[in-house]
């Protein structure tokens, strides 16, 4: 990855946090914690990895991405919006009524949806059943799923890892966001689901660990996992709940809590002075 490749995925990483904010907060409720830690990934997914097209958002040859932690829509809903999938303005309508946009995606009203999602485990199972499908046409898309280190606590999840493994759906790419919180508390403490590499690798999958706010790491993991053939690759990425406004980062009361209009102002601020910072660079 070039410098201005990075300065660039960071700029727009920091934008899509600027639009979670927004939409949460217009909203007066949402989940802004796990988008926040994710938006690094979902930068890095719709800007440099995934061969997807705002003006045919359902090309047969897309790749798919399946948000299996569904209540992170709001990083979704503003990275797709900054890639073109509809305007960022719409942001601003988060969980109103008669918006497209609800706290849980939705495949039939959002372009650039590709599954519908938000009762946690089953994401990962029809990311899976995307894979086999691709595998049966003989296509080449690739298929990724991002999941909680909270959900992973749901049996689903690894009946479907077993699958994957077992139909050696290599055009799978499980990411799970170890921000180390969910609503109840540290998920170490809530149902610890560690060591969760050493766990996904006994289930039959090829499997990186990095920091998941390192944009070099980042790329390294995805350009690793096209060269494994056989298996399925999974990425655990280390992140920080609420990254990127001070007062969010590591408190799991931002798991889904909006902020106020003073909460939002501060946060604003501090991620356009970021912004600013990188433009600078």
Request: hydrophobic share 40%; glycine share 12%.
């Amino acid at each position: 990855m070039t410098e201005a490749e990075r300065k660039q995925l960071e700029i727009t990483a920091c934008k899509v946090r600027m639009g979670v904010i927004e939409g949460v907060y217009n909203a007066k409720s949402g989940h802004p914690g796990g988008s926040l830690s994710a938006s690094d990934l979902f930068t890095y997914l719709y800007f440099k990895e995934m061969n997807v097209n705002p003006e045919d958002p359902h090309m047969d040859s897309r790749d798919r991405f399946v948000l299996s932690k569904g209540h992170t829509a709001p990083g979704l809903y503003a990275t797709l919006a900054l890639k073109g999938f509809f305007p960022v303005e719409e942001l601003k309508t988060l969980r109103h009524i008669g918006s497209r946009l609800q706290g849980h995606p939705n495949m039939n009203t959002v372009p650039g949806i590709d599954m519908s999602t938000g009762s946690l485990g089953q994401g990962i199972s029809t990311a899976c059943g995307m894979a086999l499908g691709a595998k049966l046409r003989g296509t080449n898309e690739r298929v990724y799923t991002l999941l909680g280190d909270g959900e992973i606590q749901e049996g689903q999840v690894w009946e479907a890892l077993m699958f994957a493994a077992h139909r050696k759906l290599d055009n799978l790419v499980v990411i799970i966001d170890n921000n180390g919180l969910q609503i109840d508390g540290p998920v170490g403490e809530v149902m610890s689901p560690y060591p969760i590499p050493e766990k996904l690798r006994a289930f039959g999958f090829e499997c990186v660990e990095i920091n998941g706010h390192d944009f070099d790491q980042i790329d390294a993991a995805f350009t690793l996992a096209k060269g494994v053939k056989g298996k399925p690759f999974a990425i655990v990425m280390k992140t920080v709940k609420g990254k990127g406004v001070s007062f969010m980062e590591n408190q799991v009361g931002w798991h889904g809590t909006a902020p106020n209009t003073e909460q939002y102002e501060t946060a604003m601020a501090e991620l356009r002075a970021h912004l600013a910072e990188l433009e600078a660079k």
